[in-house]
Structures are given as structure tokens and as C-alpha cells.
């Protein structure tokens, strides 16, 4: 049996089950699993789990599934190091949105990474305390900001509504997912020039971890090859334990 | 040293025996001992050394969600309750204790270890300070029986003098300094300079249309005042943004020297000529220090001077020195130190106080005496 999560709402669902109909899959929802549980007509060895997004890449990390489709910036913020863990199969061209470095427009001295590293530095050194980044992408930050060389700032976890928090006065920079980059301009935000950390989609992604027995490997081969990505699934095998 | 230490009764008997020897010889030259617990407020940590240091430390949650950190070290504790006591200087305390240290990609080295060593706190006589505290560090590994180790020695300090000799605008300076223990990006910084970089210059009253037009943006922790302020210094840098291609390669070659002292002071000397650098100051305190090791019977052959140090730690300002010896698998290091002068600031002390302290890996200092 070959397990499937695909976000149980939103417009990523609706995506998805589209992207799923025009290769030829119809979900049908499993009679009595309250909406949870699905499956693609013909197709009795996949079982279809109907997960938040954030639960599928954790899940996909722990191995609890074989495969999901999420946002990248979810896998990435999981896992900063993919390699052993997770496969990204394939980008699926919907669910586009930047993880960016926003500051407030009054900034108007800073418009780069390097101008975030002397004010950082200078708030440092005049507060005595770090300048504060409110992000629920910390992983992701932490590393962006250590290719910028920046160290003199600390992370404040945010849950929801990120760009108001220079505004609340909870942080003075944040990193925080964007689209159309209309919600951080009606904050009085900015992106940095330099400062687009991920450009992320929705991807279909495969764990390594998962348990792959013969009739899980043999659904997937099957799943891929009717998605019309055949060779994905050389790529895909060729990681996973023997 | 596994990940997860199991000390045994030998194991346990052997570290509380040069714990004592260790103790004693400190208590002798008037170091006091403390020890703060081990587990601390993360933000202690987080605040002095930023989000980098994360990767190194272990954190966690307390019922309450406050999130804490067992101690990367004792210094940051002991030189941070020296401020809150309001302690009088110049103070000299000693530890012993275990120490918490993620390694990142080094799944198999030690989660833990015990380190014994002192602080020197607001001694106003730098150079003496020095000699004290690399005189104790030696007579510290010579009392724990060992009679072979070598020396690496730096000086973060002279950096920033040569940085501060070069006709660059201050925020340039401060730059390259301040990155000075990242090795390789400053001499990138350095080789973009000789390129000159370009920038354009606003106008104060530019400055103040553009703010206007921002009135509904957050200030988000900064006053209008400091943004004009380093808008405009940022502009006037523009001009003065250029660094002689001599000068740059200079800087680059001397960050690049790694060799035995003297040789080292030499040709330090030759490149500065070339760059008509004077900084007879600081070489001057490093002749002392190489003097002093002199006189404790370390010849200046068996130490090796590191111009680019490679400390992974943002905290110290002027000395740094390590010692090495060799256990079964080869060179590994048996103590550290240097010399942290902000540090104390940051911890929240009104006026500068110097400092300067060094720790001893005990464990490993047992192995090279075991491989011997």
C-alpha cells in the first residue's frame, strides 16, 4: 500500500484534485472517514490522506507517508537538509508564493542584505539587545541570514499575521511568504532587493525515510507513470535504501 | 569521547584529581571559584551572540514556555553575574565545570565536556594581564603533567588597527572588523574594495520628502533622526570608497600568514612597509607577548602565529592563543583563550571593563597524558 496526503482545504486542494483530473486520477472520498481518507478510481494500492500542509511535510519527514504534496517553503523549513530525507519529485506550477526579508518602508536607507547587516549591527550596538526578525520560517532565516553574514538578530516565532508585527512593535524585520506582495505594502513593508530567500510551488515529494515495501515501490511506479513522470521514478528508487 | 560521555570510576577519579591540582594552583595566584548553574536563560546566550550560535547549543522549553539553554560555557554566566553583583575589579575567578555543545555535522563528538579555567575581570593593565593569564595557562598544564604542547597565537586586535590605518569611511571599517573572524568574506570585502564600489548620494532634504512620503510605514525601532543620519553617511562614503590595490594585496597576504612567530613578526614588518602601514603599537605588544612566553621557556619557534585566527567566536577583541598536543589520534586542542574587552558591556556594565580568561579541555588533557 502506497500512502498519499494531499492538503485536506484551500485553494491547494482545489489545485491539486485539478492537477490530479487532467492526468486521468479521480479522487473518490472513502465512504464513512469523515473526509479524511480518499482514493483514485483503479487505483487500490494508494491510499489518499487528506492532511493539513504543515502536517504533510512533517510527515513526510518522519516517514509516516511516502508521498505528499505541500508547499516547498514547508518541506525546506522541515528539512534544511534534504539529502537522506526527502525527494522533491516534482514542482507542480500552482501555489506560487516568495518567502522574502520585509522591512518597513520608512527604511528608506536600507534595500539590501547589506544595509540589514549594518543596521543590525548598529542596533546591536546602540540598544544592547538584538534587532528582532518575527517569522514562522526559522530555519529558513536562520540560514539565509548566515549566507548574508548577518548574526546580530534574533528570532521572534510568529504563528499568524507576521507583517503586523513592526507595526505592533513585537519585531522590526520579518520573513514572511508572499504572493502578490499587496498584504506587506498595505503593512508599510518592503521586500529587500537581495532578499527573496525561497521562491516556493507546490511540490509532489517523496519521503525517504517511509517504509518502501515491493507493493509500495510497485503503486508508486504505477502513480508516476500514469502522471506521465516516468523517469522520476528511476530518480526516486535510485535513493531509497536497497 | 563518545556523543553521550559515561564516566566510570577510574574516568571519575582521574578528572577530580587534576580538578583539584587545577583548583589549587588557581586559588593560589588568587583565582576564587564559582560555578552558575547549568541550565540559563537562552537569552543570556542569544543576546550576546546572536541567532549563530543556535547551532551550537542546546535549547529547550520550561513548562511555562520560557525558553532556556544549558550553558556553550561558564564565561558569558561568570562575567555576566560580575556585572549584576556590581562586583569590584580588577576580579579573578576560577571554574571547573561541564560545559553543553552541539556539534554540527559531528553527530559522533561529545555532547558534553568539563572545562577548568579563569577570568580576569578589570585589570586596567593589559599587557600584564596577558602575561598573568599565559603564565597561569601553561603552569596549569605543566601541574597536570603535561610536558609537550605547542601554541597558536593571534591578535584580533591587529586587524582593527590596520583596518583603522586606511583612509576608508568609518561604517567600511567597522564593516570589515566586525567580520574579521569570518574567513574568506573579508578578504572578498576587501578585494571589491580595491575595485571601488559605487553608491550616489542623497540630499538631506531628498532624505526628508522620501521620509515624508513614508509617514504611514512603521518606524519599526528607529528614529528618523538615525535614518537620515546613516543615509547620509552612507552618501558621503561614496566618494571615499577606494582602497589602494597595494594596500589590499598587502592586507590580503598578512591575513593569509600562518607560521612560526618570529618568522611571522618579520614578514608582518616587510608587508607593512611595503603598504606604508605603520602599526609598531601592536607589534609591539605581541614582541611582549612573545617575550613573555620567552621567559615562562616557550621559545618563539614552537609558537605559531595566525594572523586570521579562524576562532569561531565574535566575542573576542584582542589576544586569542590556543594550545595543542597530540592524544592517540593525533593534534587536538587543550586549552584556549583571548581577551573579550566588550564583553562585559554587553552583559550590561556602565563603563568598559577589560577582561581576559582562558578555559582547559580537562578530558582531552587526560588523553594526551594517556597516549604518552
Given at each position: 500500500m502506497l500512502t498519499l496526503a494531499i492538503p485536506s482545504k484551500g485553494r491547494l486542494k482545489d489545485n491539486c484534485n485539478a492537477w490530479f483530473a487532467e492526468r486521468g486520477l479521480v479522487l473518490e472520498q472513502t465512504v464513512g472517514a469523515r473526509g479524511y481518507r480518499a482514493s483514485f478510481a483503479g487505483f487500490p494500492d494508494i491510499e489518499v490522506m487528506l492532511l493539513s500542509a504543515g502536517e504533510i511535510a512533517s510527515s513526510l519527514l518522519t516517514g509516516d507517508i511516502h508521498l505528499g504534496i505541500t508547499g516547498e517553503d514547508l518541506l525546506r523549513e522541515e528539512a534544511p537538509e534534504l539529502t537522506g530525507r526527502m525527494h522533491l519529485i516534482k514542482g507542480l506550477g500552482f501555489g506560487f508564493a516568495d518567502v522574502v526579508v520585509a522591512v518597513s518602508r520608512y527604511w528608506i536607507d536600507v534595500s539590501t542584505m547589506a544595509d540589514l547587516d549594518d543596521v543590525c549591527a548598529g542596533y546591536a550596538h546602540r540598544h544592547r539587545r538584538r534587532l528582532r526578525v518575527a517569522t514562522k520560517y526559522a530555519q529558513l532565516t536562520r540560514s539565509f541570514f548566515a549566507q548574508a553574514r548577518i548574526a546580530d538578530y534574533r528570532i521572534v516565532p510568529s504563528a499568524g499575521a507576521t507583517e503586523g508585527a513592526p507595526a505592533a512593535g513585537t519585531a522590526e524585520v520579518i520573513v514572511d511568504i508572499t504572493t502578490t506582495g499587496a498584504t506587506l505594502r498595505d503593512n508599510g513593508l518592503k521586500v529587500l532587493e537581495d532578499g527573496v530567500i525561497l521562491k516556493s510551488q507546490a511540490q509532489l515529494a517523496a519521503s525517504i525515510t517511509a517504509d518502501w515495501d515491493a507493493s509500495s515501490r510497485a503503486a508508486c511506479e504505477k502513480l508516476l507513470a500514469q502522471l506521465k513522470e516516468a523517469p522520476a521514478w528511476t530518480a526516486l528508487a535510485a535513493q531509497l535504501p536497497a | 569521547?563518545?556523543?553521550?560521555?559515561?564516566?566510570?570510576?577510574?574516568?571519575?577519579?582521574?578528572?577530580?584529581?587534576?580538578?583539584?591540582?587545577?583548583?589549587?594552583?588557581?586559588?593560589?595566584?588568587?583565582?576564587?571559584?564559582?560555578?552558575?548553574?547549568?541550565?540559563?536563560?537562552?537569552?543570556?546566550?542569544?543576546?550576546?551572540?546572536?541567532?549563530?550560535?543556535?547551532?551550537?547549543?542546546?535549547?529547550?522549553?520550561?513548562?511555562?514556555?520560557?525558553?532556556?539553554?544549558?550553558?556553550?560555557?561558564?564565561?558569558?554566566?561568570?562575567?555576566?553575574?560580575?556585572?549584576?553583583?556590581?562586583?569590584?575589579?580588577?576580579?579573578?575567578?576560577?571554574?571547573?565545570?561541564?560545559?553543553?555543545?552541539?556539534?554540527?555535522?559531528?553527530?559522533?563528538?561529545?555532547?558534553?565536556?568539563?572545562?577548568?579555567?579563569?577570568?580576569?575581570?578589570?585589570?586596567?593593565?593589559?599587557?600584564?594581564?596577558?602575561?598573568?593569564?599565559?603564565?597561569?595557562?601553561?603552569?596549569?598544564?605543566?601541574?597536570?603533567?603535561?610536558?609537550?604542547?605547542?601554541?597558536?597565537?593571534?591578535?584580533?586586535?591587529?586587524?582593527?588597527?590596520?583596518?583603522?590605518?586606511?583612509?576608508?569611511?568609518?561604517?567600511?571599517?567597522?564593516?570589515?572588523?566586525?567580520?574579521?573572524?569570518?574567513?574568506?568574506?573579508?578578504?572578498?570585502?576587501?578585494?571589491?574594495?580595491?575595485?571601488?564600489?559605487?553608491?550616489?548620494?542623497?540630499?538631506?532634504?531628498?532624505?526628508?520628502?522620501?521620509?515624508?512620503?513614508?509617514?504611514?510605514?512603521?518606524?519599526?525601532?528607529?528614529?528618523?533622526?538615525?535614518?537620515?543620519?546613516?543615509?547620509?553617511?552612507?552618501?558621503?562614503?561614496?566618494?571615499?570608497?577606494?582602497?589602494?590595490?597595494?594596500?589590499?594585496?598587502?592586507?590580503?597576504?598578512?591575513?593569509?600568514?600562518?607560521?612560526?612567530?618570529?618568522?611571522?613578526?618579520?614578514?608582518?614588518?616587510?608587508?607593512?612597509?611595503?603598504?606604508?602601514?605603520?602599526?609598531?603599537?601592536?607589534?609591539?605588544?605581541?614582541?611582549?607577548?612573545?617575550?613573555?612566553?620567552?621567559?615562562?621557556?616557550?621559545?618563539?619557534?614552537?609558537?605559531?602565529?595566525?594572523?586570521?585566527?579562524?576562532?569561531?567566536?565574535?566575542?573576542?577583541?584582542?589576544?586569542?592563543?590556543?594550545?595543542?598536543?597530540?592524544?592517540?589520534?593525533?593534534?587536538?586542542?587543550?586549552?584556549?583563550?583571548?581577551?573579550?574587552?566588550?564583553?562585559?558591556?554587553?552583559?550590561?556594565?556602565?563603563?568598559?571593563?577589560?577582561?581576559?580568561?582562558?578555559?582547559?579541555?580537562t578530558e582531552r588533557v587526560l588523553a594526551v597524558k594517556g597516549a604518552a
Open positions: - | 569521547m563518545p556523543a553521550f560521555p559515561y564516566y566510570n570510576t577510574q574516568a571519575i577519579a582521574a578528572l577530580n584529581d587534576q580538578a583539584v591540582a587545577l583548583l589549587k594552583l588557581f586559588a593560589e595566584r588568587g583565582y576564587v571559584r564559582e560555578e552558575p548553574s547549568m541550565l540559563q536563560p537562552a537569552e543570556i546566550f542569544l543576546d550576546r551572540s546572536g541567532e549563530e550560535i543556535r547551532r551550537r547549543t542546546f535549547t529547550l522549553m520550561d513548562p511555562s514556555g520560557r525558553e532556556l539553554a544549558l550553558r556553550p560555557d561558564l564565561t558569558i554566566p561568570i562575567c555576566r553575574e560580575a556585572v549584576l553583583s556590581k562586583r569590584s575589579f580588577p576580579a579573578r575567578v576560577s571554574y571547573n565545570g561541564l560545559v553543553f555543545r552541539h556539534q554540527p555535522g559531528e553527530p559522533q563528538r561529545p555532547t558534553q565536556f568539563f572545562q577548568a579555567g579563569v577570568e580576569l575581570l578589570g585589570l586596567e593593565d593589559r599587557a600584564a594581564g596577558e602575561r598573568e593569564i599565559l603564565s597561569l595557562v601553561i603552569a596549569a598544564l605543566r601541574a597536570a603533567g603535561l610536558k609537550d604542547f605547542s601554541l597558536r597565537i593571534g591578535d584580533v586586535a591587529l586587524f582593527g588597527a590596520l583596518v583603522d590605518s586606511l583612509s576608508l569611511p568609518k561604517q567600511w571599517r567597522w564593516r570589515l572588523k566586525r567580520h574579521f573572524w569570518r574567513a574568506g568574506y573579508v578578504e572578498n570585502l576587501i578585494q571589491w574594495l580595491a575595485q571601488g564600489g559605487s553608491h550616489k548620494a542623497p540630499t538631506r532634504a531628498e532624505l526628508e520628502a522620501a521620509l515624508d512620503s513614508e509617514t504611514e510605514a512603521p518606524s519599526a525601532g528607529r528614529s528618523r533622526d538615525e535614518i537620515i543620519a546613516r543615509a547620509l553617511d552612507r552618501g558621503a562614503e561614496a566618494a571615499a570608497l577606494h582602497l589602494d590595490p597595494k594596500v589590499s594585496s598587502a592586507i590580503i597576504k598578512l591575513l593569509d600568514i600562518s607560521a612560526p612567530a618570529d618568522r611571522a613578526m618579520l614578514e608582518i614588518r616587510a608587508l607593512l612597509k611595503t603598504a606604508g602601514i605603520q602599526l609598531e603599537a601592536q607589534l609591539a605588544a605581541m614582541d611582549a607577548r612573545l617575550a613573555a612566553l620567552k621567559s615562562l621557556g616557550v621559545e618563539p619557534g614552537q609558537v605559531q602565529f595566525a594572523a586570521h585566527f579562524g576562532r569561531n567566536m565574535e566575542y573576542y577583541t584582542g589576544l586569542v592563543f590556543e594550545l595543542w598536543a597530540r592524544d592517540r589520534e593525533g593534534p587536538v586542542q587543550i586549552a584556549g583563550g583571548g581577551r573579550y574587552d566588550t564583553l562585559l558591556e554587553t552583559l550590561g556594565a556602565k563603563q568598559p571593563v577589560s577582561a581576559i580568561g582562558c578555559a582547559i579541555r
